[in-house]
């Protein structure tokens, strides 16, 4: 254990973007060695109030019974390890045994006092044995952490904990929600437990810049859900610096993604009452929809136009709920010949956009209804970016209906995930809205869970073919159904492999000209290599079967460019 290296992988480091930092964040199979040895040097354990001996309960029994038997165990562990590619093998160990760490975010005069360092090590051990086996009862679970059997007030060293195992990296062990439900529970059944959350947040705030960028997500994503949960209460005056800082600086873009999360929680109104005026220069637009061919009060020369002419007649025809082979057959016989197929899917989305802007499930409702015509008019990469740029047109004042939407439109096979992740990165304020590297994560683990979907479906057949005995009926039915399954699994396989390419091709051609032309040191290029780091992290499992390919895309990048490719990839650094 002396020799065992204590250091963390940067790749999966919290504050990765600062070597001063590993002080907050350490190995912990290190700290319980550390702790075990100073206990066992003083000869303490007999001391140790707080290490339950549960056998003791049981002494009297145990020493009158007989032997009986012996309970044997054997551990199963399900997780296929490739020989011939060390990259796969290496990401498939890392990801089902993920490396545990400690994060240090307030002093040791309120998390561990004057106690031994063991009473740390139990005391945490308590918390995430209590996660993990109450995972599915959070009450259970919030109630039984309020009340642990340690025997000291432990608010401090449990907001600790927990921000801890929300921010692990590659993963946490829960969903996040789980998490910042939780902890609103523990709000309300410790007193002291707010002011130790608070204390986190501000160390956590105050590092911002040095801290993984998927992490910094979570922390945006918890603290609006806290917040909505609270009546939108928070000292934000504390926080008024950020507001002279430049667009681009982290902690001003962190608030921005708060706010916007906490108007997808409730509406404009009410987070523009619940903010401090001078802060409203962070509230993102009133959600309205825009459409370029349907207005209120067209001036004369704009009832002429013919695109104009189009949107109104497709519009009273969906207001009169036409079949979708009504209106497809108008479309492609009157309006696709004198218009084009690409203005006239502008055309066509945009109204249904607008007719269906009262709520998502009106939208839903527009799409499926008029799904032939869009799929008629949708028959390219180029029609596809033309059906992305009309949502995004449509719903610029509303990130959260563009994800929605585009999401949905991925769900139906009208675009693909390659398309969508060549309009994000062609955006040139990708850098910015944080809304869009949610689309590009959305569109690159779609097509993903396709293709593990797909393989599961496989497998699933397969095993009901073997159980089946020669002769059965419905096997020939099951072997055709084994082959469209393989057919099926091939292409998921295929457009998966396209969309990663795509990803980290996309990365490379936007960071490749800024480390040739000089800008590798601006906060737009760390930004960046921070999202390269964190798609490649997140799609480690999937990307690495396609390391060579990767690797000799890369190999004519800048070093820096490589190394946090292959940092988030292969875990090299």
């Known amino acids: 254990m002396d020799r065992r290296s204590s250091d963390i992988p940067p790749s999966v480091r919290l504050f990765g973007y600062d070597g001063g930092l590993k002080e907050r964040e350490l190995d912990y199979l290190t700290c319980v060695w550390y702790a075990v040895k100073d206990v066992h040097a003083q000869g303490s354990w007999k001391k140790l109030a707080h290490l339950h001996r549960f056998s003791t309960h049981f002494a009297e029994t145990l020493a009158s019974s007989t032997s009986q038997h012996t309970l044997s165990c054997t551990p199963m562990l399900k997780i296929e390890v490739p020989a011939a590619n060390i990259d796969e093998m290496s990401a498939r160990i890392s990801s089902s045994f993920p490396r545990r760490r400690r994060l240090i975010l307030l002093g040791k005069e309120h998390t561990e006092g004057e106690r031994s360092p063991i009473e740390r090590v139990i005391g945490e051990e308590f918390v995430v044995d209590t996660l993990h086996f109450y995972n599915s009862i959070r009450k259970e679970c919030s109630e039984r952490l309020a009340r642990l059997p340690l025997g000291y007030r432990h608010e401090a060293f449990l907001a600790e904990v927990m921000f801890e195992q929300m921010l692990q990296l590659p993963t946490a062990e829960s969903k996040p929600i789980f998490y910042y439900a939780t902890m609103i529970d523990l709000c309300k059944l410790l007193p002291e437990f707010p002011r130790a959350m608070a204390g986190c947040v501000r160390e956590l705030f105050g590092k911002l810049e040095a801290l993984d960028v998927e992490c910094r997500l979570r922390l945006s994503e918890w603290l609006a859900y806290h917040l909505s949960n609270f009546n939108f209460q928070w000292p934000w005056e504390r926080w008024a610096h950020v507001l002279q800082q430049p667009n681009n600086s982290v902690q001003r873009m962190f608030l921005e993604d708060i706010i916007s999360r906490l108007v997808r929680l409730s509406y404009h109104e009410k987070i523009q009452k619940s903010l401090p005026e001078a802060f409203l220069c962070l509230l993102p637009p009133k959600p309205i929809p825009v459409c370029m061919y349907l207005k209120q009060d067209p001036q004369e020369d704009e009832m002429e136009d013919p695109f104009m002419k189009l949107a109104a007649e497709f519009h009273s025809m969906v207001r009169e709920k036409r079949t979708d082979e009504d209106v497809n057959g108008w479309v492609q016989e009157s309006v696709v010949v004198s218009l084009g197929a690409s203005k006239t899917l502008d055309v066509v989305l945009q109204v249904l956009l607008m007719v269906g802007s009262k709520s998502f499930t009106h939208t839903l409702t527009a799409l499926e209804r008029y799904i032939k015509v869009l799929r008629e008019l949708v028959s390219d990469e180029e029609q596809e970016m033309v059906a992305i740029n009309s949502v995004s047109y449509v719903w610029t004042n509303s990130p959260q209906r563009t994800i929605m939407i585009l999401n949905r439109l991925h769900g139906l096979r009208l675009v693909r995930g390659v398309s969508i992740l060549n309009w994000a990165f062609s955006r040139a304020d990708l850098f910015l809205q944080e809304h869009l590297w949610e689309i590009v994560y959305n569109g690159t683990s779609k097509e993903v869970a396709r293709a593990h979907d797909a393989s599961e479906e496989l497998s699933a057949a397969r095993a009901s073919q073997s159980a089946m005995e020669s002769g059965d009926e419905g096997e ?43 800008g590798s040191n601006t906060p737009i290029a760390t930004y960046l290599l921070q999202h390269l780091r964190a798609f490649g992290r997140r799609f480690r499992l999937s990307a690495t079967p396609l390391s060579g390919i990767l690797r000799s895309h890369f190999a004519g990048s800048s070093v820096r460019v490589r190394e946090e490719a292959f940092s988030g990839l292969f875990c090299t650094t």
């Open 476 to 518: 020939e039915e099951k072997e055709g159904t084994i082959q469209d399954l393989e057919r099926a699994l091939h292409e998921a396989k295929e457009t998966e492999k396209q969309t990663l390419l795509c990803l980290f091709q996309n990365f490379q051609k936007v960071l490749d000209p800024m480390f040739e032309g000089g």
